[in-house]
């Protein structure tokens, strides 16, 4: 085998190795509630759970979040549903929008 035969063949099999690491997540097991608490509780989050029960399947949904801030103030909401996942969204913290609006008012003329 020339070198540019196995330089392709690794080149090759590394990016089969990458698809398949990365649909990884998508098929993974759903957490426990205590997971989330835990993991929330760490991140010195708010942990909040919810079940909704469907009147007409008579099926159950336990809904969960983590709200979170990082270190630059922005805050987090991690969504589950059965442990599963779900959603993630960002918002900037109160004061940051606040000092925002005010630039943006004091720019204009306003004050």
């Excluded at 540019?4 to 997540?25: D, E, K, N, S, Y």
């Excluded at 993991?39 to 009147?55: D, S």
Aim: hydrophobic share 30%; net charge positive.
């Amino acid at each position: 085998m020339s070198k540019w035969t196995i330089r392709t063949c690794a080149v090759t099999l590394t990016a089969v190795a990458m698809v398949t690491v990365a649909g990884a997540p998508a098929s993974a097991l759903p957490i426990s509630e205590n997971i989330i608490r835990r993991e929330c509780r760490l991140a010195n989050g708010v942990y909040h759970t919810q079940v909704i029960t469907n009147n007409v399947t008579k099926l159950s949904t336990r809904f969960s979040t983590c709200s979170y801030r990082d270190i630059n103030g922005t805050s987090y909401t991690d969504y589950y549903a059965d442990g599963d996942y779900y959603r993630h969204s960002a918002l900037r913290c109160e004061r940051e929008r606040m000092s925002s609006s005010l630039h943006t008012a004091s720019k204009e003329g306003r004050f």
